[in-house]
């Protein structure tokens, strides 16, 4: 084994369907991560506390904790692993509840076990970090700053702390300054998918960066600004 490759990825099944959950465990296999499977939510807040996983395929229908609550306590301890959800339960609200709680993907049951596979590596990929940072990887908006690298964001020299879900869509900004972003395109490009063309998880979203990116600094310029009936842009001003 080459020392200096890559740990393979270490993904976290959280199901409470044996048979699936073990499929889900052989898929992760074949394609040369490491997986665990466990079938209730206190097992999966355990796991996720004590041990590093890449990725969490977590089911919204658990037999003590639902996957709500799950995300809603990994989260509040600061645990920003990239969740997939999987649900039986179609409804563009428990998408959008699942999403505003914190996580990255939805996807619904029945489902092809390579959509599956397909969506952990689109959140694997996102969440990559490694190798030396170079100057290339910061990008600046006005005293904003984001490294690719390290994830880390400033703003004036303060650090900001973001979730998973809310670096990605600011990363997206960045790499678009002044430049006008649709909700359809935010959508897209973030999430994959436009549920239905339902905007107001962008504008949960927006909301969370303006109270820690421009709220709390009154005496700087605000950076995101709203283009009624067209989107969102990110300037600083000159």
């Given amino acids: 084994m080459n020392p200096t490759a890559n740990p393979p990825a270490r993904i976290l099944i959280v199901d409470d369907e044996a048979n699936l959950s073990e499929l889900l465990v052989m898929a992760c296999h074949v394609r040369g991560w490491e997986a665990e499977g466990v079938g209730t939510g206190r097992e999966a807040v355990a796991l996720a506390r004590s041990e590093r996983f890449d990725a969490i395929v977590l089911d919204v229908m658990l037999p003590d904790l639902d996957g709500f609550a799950v995300i809603e306590k990994i989260r509040a301890e600061g645990i920003d692993t990239p969740v997939v959800f999987l649900s039986a339960r179609d409804e563009v609200d428990d998408r959008l509840t699942g ?31 490694n190798g030396p940072v170079d100057e290339d990887d910061v990008l600046r908006v006005g005293d904003l700053e984001l490294d690719e690298r ?39 490009r973030v999430w994959d998918y436009d549920f239905g063309g339902n905007g107001n998880i962008v504008e949960l979203y927006v909301s969370y960066l303006r109270k820690k990116i421009d709220a709390p600094f009154p005496d700087l310029p605000n950076l995101f600004h709203t283009k009624r009936g067209a989107g969102y842009i990110m300037r600083a001003e000159q």
């Fill in 99 to 129: 999403l505003r709680l914190g996580g990255d993907d939805y996807v619904t049951k029945p489902f092809n076990l390579d959509e599956v596979i397909a969506r952990i590596e689109v959140r694997l990929r996102r969440g990559a970090s």
């Fill in 150 to 188: 390290s994830h880390e964001v400033t703003r004036a020299g303060h650090p900001i702390e973001l979730t998973a879900r809310e670096y990605e869509v600011l990363l997206l900004f960045m790499r678009n300054p002044r430049v006008v972003l649709s909700k359809a395109q935010i959508l897209d």
